[in-house]
């Protein structure tokens, strides 16, 4: 009886708990290990953690700036196709499907799962398929919830947002207390050279930034913002200097109980801090962390089906999944398609050979989203925007992102060479199916087919209001 169309349900409040929880997650909780074994001593992690929160900063104002003079949803995608062309959105498209957010998700479930199971076996590590067991389980409830309603999904958001903080509060308060009473011991010589391998530093930011990544969140669902030229500046702005804050005073707290050699013998560094400085919370901080990660998770899930969302509706992908359930008024199609890729990767992934995975394609187009804010300014000189960052701000963060990238193929070919082979391997499909259209009858016919008895299926319309 009433139109079908993604509702305006984001306020700046749900909009800050939607990046805080996607910021705060488990890459905190899991990225210190990474950040010191790639950076190589103390001070030289706490450099690259405060970078990267600088860098994570600059590329939030870009964003910012890019979702006011671009007002559909979508992120990524929608900002690469509107400035650099369908091509290179398509690229995005298929490596985000296909490779960057099942591994980004299946890091976050391992995490969850590694972490709610610890009280249970500590001192012992939990069993790896036990692990994988809870992760793909907590992975399911927020699939479901994200299908069954957008009001209650962003009311999550909030409640964990606050348990996110909460966990940090309760690593940061021990950690400066002790630090007050003398003990800097793991401090000394913090910036030792000879452990320094300039190489690997790309490997330290992508596991920095990592920790970071969420920054972009509110983006993908800017058509379901309330005012979002006013809200989409304050909550990236204030969002990301309260995370750059608690995360570093959070290092410190981890370095102050913990020596290096204890942080990388540390499958979970939140759990061997506590075991340290806090034992009579052994058993609810790793809830606690397990409970933000649940967040990261919802906040992922909310994100992307959006980017799937109008991907459809551009015409870069099946038309399925831009439409919406009759009844919860959820993107139900692109919300349920990516449990099949998530479970593979959790099945099978390790966490840190994940995030290398992953890592390359990410900032690569993340860079190449900025640079088209750059092409956007040039080539509409006359286009009013209600928020604008200085040149240098996107100029810098595009050269880092994409310097980075360059070199993180020297510090781990591999798993590089991997995710640009997953990259490339759209070109193809992008030219066959897109462009030149030569497989489109066939597949037009059988896409046509399975659409209409999946529509029925799931109950699901086309949008009938345009909201941007």
């Keep these: 009886e009433e139109a079908i169309f993604l509702r305006k349900k984001i306020t700046l409040l749900r909009a800050f708990s939607l990046l805080i929880g996607s910021m705060v997650g488990s890459g905190i909780f899991i990225s210190p290990k990474g950040v010191l074994k790639n950076s190589g001593s103390v001070g ?4 690259v953690w405060f970078a990267c929160g600088l860098l994570s900063m600059f590329g939030a104002l870009c964003y910012a700036e890019l979702g006011t003079r671009i007002t559909k949803s979508g992120g990524h995608y929608i900002y690469i196709l509107e400035t650099l062309g369908p ?3 398509f690229l995005f498209l298929w490596a985000e499907f296909f490779a960057i957010r099942p591994a980004n998700s299946a890091v976050i479930s391992l995490a969850f799962g590694r972490y709610m199971l610890e009280p249970f076996f500590a001192p012992c590590a939990a069993p790896v398929p036990a692990v994988k067991l809870v992760s793909l389980l907590g992975y399911y409830m927020v699939l479901t919830l994200n299908s069954w309603s957008v009001t209650w999904s962003a009311r999550l958001q909030t409640a964990l947002s606050i348990v996110k903080l909460l966990a940090l509060a309760l690593i940061i ?15 000394q010589d913090a910036f030792d050279k000879q452990s320094l391998v300039l190489d690997k530093l790309p490997l330290a930011f992508y596991a920095g930034m990592f920790a970071y990544s969420g920054w ?6 800017r058509e379901e913002l309330v005012r979002p030229e006013r809200n989409i500046p304050l ?7 309260t995370v750059i804050v608690g995360y570093m005073l959070t290092n410190v707290s981890y370095y ?3 020596a290096t050699q204890d942080v990388l013998a540390s499958p979970a560094v939140a759990v061997s801090f506590v075991q340290r400085a806090f034992k009579s919370l052994i058993s609810v901080v790793p809830v606690l962390v397990a409970l933000s990660c649940f967040g990261t998770m919802n906040g992922g899930i909310f994100t992307f089906s959006r980017t799937l969302f109008v991907a459809s509706r551009e015409g870069q992908w099946p038309p399925l999944f831009s439409m919406i359930h009759i009844r919860r008024h959820t993107p139900l199609p692109a919300v349920m398609l990516m449990f099949p890729l998530v479970t593979a990767m959790v099945c099978i992934g390790d966490i840190y050979h994940l995030m290398n995975f992953f890592s390359f394609s990410r900032w690569l187009f993340i860079g190449l989203a900025t640079l088209g804010l750059i092409v956007h300014r040039h080539r509409h000189p006359e286009l009013h925007s209600p928020f604008k960052v200085p040149l240098f701000v996107p100029v810098s963060f595009t050269i880092i992102c994409l310097f980075t990238v360059a070199m993180s193929f020297y510090s781990d070919p591999v798993n590089i060479s991997i995710g640009c082979t997953m990259v490339l391997s759209g070109f193809p499909v992008y030219y066959l199916i897109i462009h030149r259209q030569i497989f489109l009858p066939l597949f037009s016919t059988l896409s046509d087919y399975l659409t209409h008895k999946l529509q029925l299926l799931l109950e699901v319309v086309q949008q009938e209001i345009k909201t941007y």
Excluded at 235 to 241: D, H, T
Aim: glycine letters at 6%.
């Design 87 to 89: 091509l290179p959105s």
């Design 44 to 47: 030289f992690s706490l450099v």
């Design 216 to 221: 972009f969140q509110a983006s993908f669902v």
């Design 256 to 258: 102050t109980v913990l």
């Design 173 to 187: 308060v021990p950690g400066m207390m002790l630090l007050a009473q003398g003990h800097t011991e793991n401090f």
């Design 235 to 241: 909550a990236v702005i204030i969002s990301v200097i």
